[in-house]
């Protein structure tokens, strides 16, 4: 009877554990989204969602959603910059938060369709590319542009 319910009690965390992940990477995608396109519609915060969830399959950069939002830690540098500013980290606008938050459980859940061209990096339109090193554009989409 103890092997039986230990043997529950563990199969029950496992399930359950995944479910936890999700959630985590949910509440981080939406953040960043918040922060980096929330005045953008759908096809640019999937733009977004989509740089982020390429990195997640890139070897050079952390290999879960929540790590690659917070890469480069709380000081600058950073890989993105509303992460390391200063500033509180908590959204204001909680009916745009609340949005963004179900988009990202959908699309950790399933990913959406790529259309920055396999795009690891982005900035603002009307900004100066802020990399030292050259980087091949991919996409424009919404008031972001793309680049690998």
């Known amino acids: 009877m103890t092997r039986t319910i230990a043997s529950l009690t563990l199969a029950i965390a496992l399930a359950w554990q995944p479910a936890v992940a999700d959630d985590a990477a949910a509440d981080c995608l939406a953040l960043a989204l918040y922060f ?17 969830f390429n990195r997640v399959s890139d070897a050079r950069f952390p290999s879960n959603v929540c790590a690659v939002v917070k890469d480069g830690g709380e000081l600058p540098p950073c890989q993105f910059s509303w ?36 795009a690891l990096f982005f900035h603002a339109r009307g900004m100066a590319e802020p990399w030292r090193v050259q980087r091949v554009r991919t996409a424009a989409i919404g008031s ?5």
Not at 38 to 46: A, H, I, K, L, W
């Open 83 to 118: 992460w390391c500013d200063g500033k509180s980290d908590r959204p204001r606008d909680r009916d745009a938060y609340a949005k963004l938050r179900t988009l990202a459980a959908r699309w950790v859940a399933n990913p959406p369709r790529d259309a920055t061209g396999g």
């Open 144 to 148: 972001h542009v793309f680049y690998r």
């Open 36 to 52: 980096e396109a929330r005045g953008e519609p759908t096809d640019g915060q999937r733009a977004v969602a989509a740089v982020i």
